[in-house]
T-cell receptor, first 114, second 110 residues
Framework: DTGVSQDPRHKITKRGQNVTFRCDPISEHNRLYWYRQTLGQGPEFLTY????????KSRLLSDRFSAERPKGSFSTLEIQRTEQGDSAMYLC????????????FGPGTRLTVT | GEDVEQSLFLSVREGDSSVINCTYTDSSSTYLYWYKQEPGAGLQLLTY?????DMKQDQRLTVLLNKKDKHLSLRIADTQTGDSAIYFC??????????FGQGTRLTINP
């Protein structure tokens, strides 16, 4: 296993378009997390999954955001009707249950909304 | 992360020690973490400390935890140019998520 991978690494989109990001976690990790990081800030929690169940969503995750992990393996994060304020780095991480801080982060997807 | 505060910048001379400080608010945090972020790379876990410990040493890294003051520090001995990065402290909120500070950008001067 080569770690957590994310695709695409960069995405430029026009305001109002929909975008979807993918995260492939470490295969034996049952927990998967999404964070958002804006310039000059630390990552902020968005949501997490245990296997295929989405167990918590941050208030940062507006109705335009949806995340899935259909078979408990890879996950997708979709943003509908993108806004300029959505421009950020979207980070995915995975871990074993109970080891939230000892998991691994992916390289992130940088989203630019023009 | 409004619950975790760090100074934004630190500049040290190569070979000196670097000390990065962090304060947190949640006294129930079980673990506290230090991450490193280099340009174009993901967050890398450097070290972590269990809340009932005062100190943890791992090669050039020393973590000090003052639970009474909710203060955490990371000391990097013999700082090298490869240590240039942004360092984040984080606390775990339950077992579900991490709350990060704003990050401290460490610059190494020759």
């Amino acid at each position: 296993d080569t770690g957590v991978s994310q695709d695409p690494r960069h995405k430029i989109t026009k305001r109002g378009q929909n975008v979807t990001f993918r995260c492939d976690p470490i295969s034996e990790h049952n927990r998967l997390y999404w964070y958002r990081q804006t310039l000059g800030q630390g990552p902020e929690f968005l949501t997490y999954f245990q296997n295929e169940a989405q167990l918590e969503k941050s208030r940062l995750l507006s109705d335009r955001f949806s995340a899935e992990r259909p078979k408990g393996s890879f996950s997708t994060l979709e943003i509908q009707r993108t806004e300029q304020g959505d421009s950020a780095m979207y980070l995915c991480a995975s871990s074993l249950q109970g080891q939230v801080g000892r998991g691994y982060f992916g390289p992130g997807t940088r989203l630019t909304v023009t | 992360g409004e619950d975790v505060e760090q100074s934004l910048f630190l500049s040290v001379r190569e070979g000196d020690s670097s000390v990065i400080n962090c304060t947190y608010t949640d006294s129930s945090s079980t673990y506290l973490y230090w991450y490193k972020q280099e340009p174009g790379a993901g967050l890398q876990l450097l070290t972590y400390i269990f809340s009932n410990m005062d100190m943890k040493q791992d090669q050039r890294l020393t973590v000090l935890l003052n639970k009474k003051d909710k203060h955490l520090s990371l000391r990097i001995a013999d700082t090298q140019t490869g240590d240039s990065a942004i360092y984040f402290c984080a606390e775990s909120k339950g077992a579900q998520k991490l709350v990060f500070g704003q990050g401290t950008r460490l610059t190494i001067n020759p």
